[in-house]
């Protein structure tokens, strides 16, 4: 049976990226960023739900996360979840959960403004070669920052 993993945030990121240069050159980029939601309680008070999600991006997409994030922009990320086990110092068995980043969008500074312009980005596997490289993707129409819309007709009733 086929699986899929694959996730869709927009969020607010938390610092500033960290980029790392690797053997050979490669560029990997991390940060968190921020996604929230608001609900009532029983009561009818009104709450807000702050999730913290890890975010790794590689090659290309790091050095334009490098170059153009900052902390409190907002993006638009598709990926996938990714957990990684290590021992810490104790010998204690540990887990961390990741998003390694697909397709980048910036949408501007903190609250959807249009801080850095916005842009499409994504990670384009060349051949068998593993090698990722930051190119932008083409956005018909005017649309928002960073150009979700799509010319295509769909079935979806809604």
Same mark, same amino acid.
């Given at each position: 049976?086929?699986?899929?993993?694959?996730?869709?945030?927009?969020?607010?990121? !938390? %610092?500033?990226?960290?980029?790392?240069? #690797?053997?050979? !050159?490669?560029? &990997?980029?991390? $940060?968190?960023? =921020?996604?929230?939601?608001?609900?009532?309680? %029983?009561?009818?008070?009104? @709450?807000?739900?702050?999730?913290?999600?890890?975010?790794?991006?590689?090659?290309?997409?790091?050095?334009?996360?490098?170059? +153009?994030?900052? %902390?409190?922009?907002? &993006? $638009? /990320?598709?990926?996938? /979840?990714?957990?990684?086990?290590?021992?810490? %110092?104790?010998?204690?068995?540990?887990?961390?959960?990741?998003?390694?980043?697909?397709?980048?969008?910036? #949408?501007?500074?903190?609250?959807?403004?249009? !801080?850095?312009? !916005?842009?499409? +980005? @994504?990670?384009?596997?060349? =051949?068998?070669?593993?090698? +990722?490289?930051?190119?932008?993707? =083409?956005?018909?129409?005017?649309?928002? =920052?960073?150009? $979700? @819309?799509?010319?295509?007709?769909?079935? #979806?009733? $809604?």
């Amino acid at each position: 049976m086929a699986s899929v993993n694959k996730v869709i945030l927009i969020g607010n990121l !938390g %610092k500033d990226p960290e980029v790392r240069h #690797l053997e050979g !050159g490669v560029a &990997v980029a991390r $940060f968190p960023i =921020a996604t929230s939601e608001s609900f009532k309680d %029983k009561s009818g008070q009104k @709450q807000e739900r702050t999730e913290w999600h890890n975010i790794v991006v590689w090659r290309g997409l790091a050095e334009v996360a490098e170059k +153009y994030l900052r %902390k409190g922009n907002s &993006v $638009f /990320i598709e990926g996938k /979840i990714r957990t990684n086990s290590y021992q810490d %110092k104790e010998g204690v068995q540990r887990y961390s959960t990741e998003i390694v980043v697909d397709n980048l969008t910036m #949408l501007g500074g903190p609250n959807g403004g249009s !801080g850095n312009g !916005g842009g499409d +980005y @994504q990670s384009s596997n060349a =051949a068998s070669s593993g090698n +990722y490289s930051a190119a932008p993707t =083409a956005s018909k129409g005017g649309g928002a =920052a960073g150009g $979700f @819309q799509n010319d295509e007709p769909d079935d #979806l009733p $809604f």
